[in-house]
């Protein structure tokens, strides 16, 4: 089992950047991929960033050059720096961790309100 505890979420105003965290309850080393998705009202929940445990990284379209997603193995935390924020971005953020066993887990989610 993996409890993941999302953090770092807010209003923000458009052009401004947040900065959310993913804690897990275990050492995210033995886990395969890690990920934020977001899901706006009315919308279905969509991938944000993917991080392997070997680094690899995948953007989608909306976010790539504005987002950064990262993971700290040591301290079992997984981010994603959020700038250039726009009206669209705003969601409910979720941490996904997938382990090598191919078991899935969800934080929470964090909500992220862009005001324009």
């Known amino acids: 089992q993996v409890q993941l505890v999302e953090s770092g979420g807010g209003l923000v105003q458009a052009g401004g950047s947040l900065r959310l965290s993913c804690t897990a309850s275990?050492?995210?080393?033995?886990?395969?991929?890690m990920g934020w998705y977001r899901q706006a009202p009315g919308k279905q929940r969509e991938l944000v960033a993917i991080?392997?445990?070997?680094?690899?990284?995948n953007y989608a379209d909306s976010v790539k050059g504005r987002f950064t997603i990262s993971r700290d193995n040591g301290k079992n935390v997984l981010y994603l720096e959020a700038n250039s924020l726009t009206p669209e971005d705003t969601a409910v953020y979720y941490c996904?961790?997938?382990?090598?066993?191919?078991?899935?887990?969800w934080g929470q989610g964090t909500q992220v309100t862009v005001s324009s």
């Open positions: 996904n961790a997938k382990t090598f066993t191919s078991d899935e887990y």
């Open positions: 275990r050492r995210i080393f033995s886990i395969d991929t």
């Open positions: 991080i392997t445990s070997f680094g690899r990284i």
